[in-house]
């Protein structure tokens, strides 16, 4: 019988993480089975439990229920400490509950495999939600000059920089401070979505700087339609989703698959 796997999500009928992980198990050779499940609002824990009972051996977690699966878990990583949220459950032989974050490692990879430098990078990061705080890790640990959050209250980006300070420098602040030229900014936020941008000045990006959306369509998002006219090369979320995916893979069976044939078909698919 394959071990089984699933991702927690309300809604979750969009979700592509099936498809994602079908992929990951053929290519590695590995025997298990993912499907995607909408946990009651109210009850995640208890959606988890069941699942565990079910032979369930790992998740994902996807919106709403990161801080929850976060304060239901025995033993934390690091990197989920810090982002305060879980995206990855892993059963542990043991039966403790163990959470990790991986979102910010599917995006510094999806970022390095576009060729973009983030060593001594100047980057904005725009939005200070769940969705920020979760990468901001990887990214500091990546040595850019500076890392500078801008949000529409510009007290929960000062506070987001604060929490992060000793890892780099970085600082917060509303959209009325931000100042280019940046090599890399990336939006954390889901305004685009809705057809919205935040206040930017024109002059945002360095010559040959990079726009990141974390969000993906089959079109360019409204913000990297506004980054190209301004100039910058626009890279969308899809590669951060593969990449996070491959990234719980690797702690679930001790395999890292490889994420650019399985991007390439999902690219294709929108």
Known sequence: MSDRYCVFGHPIGHSKSPAIHAAFAAQTGEALEYVAIEAPLDDFAGAWRAFTVDGGRGANVTVPFKEEAHRLCDTLSHRARRAGAVNTLVLDADGQTRGDTTDGLGLVGDLRRQDVVLAGARILVLGAGGAVRGVLEPLLEAAPASLLIANRTAAKAEA??????????????????????????????????AGDLPPLPDDLFAEGGVAYDMMYGSEPTVFLRWAGQR???????????????????????GKRPDVAPVLDRLRRSL
């Open 160 to 193: 987001l920089a604060a929490d992060f300070a000793d890892l780099g420098e970085v600082a917060g602040g509303g959209f009325d401070v931000v100042r280019g030229p940046f090599d890399l900014v990336i939006n954390g936020t889901s305004a685009s979505l």
């Open 231 to 253: 100039g910058a090369r626009g890279i969308d979320g899809l590669g951060m989703l593969v990449g996070q995916a491959a990234e719980s893979f690797l702690l679930w069976r």
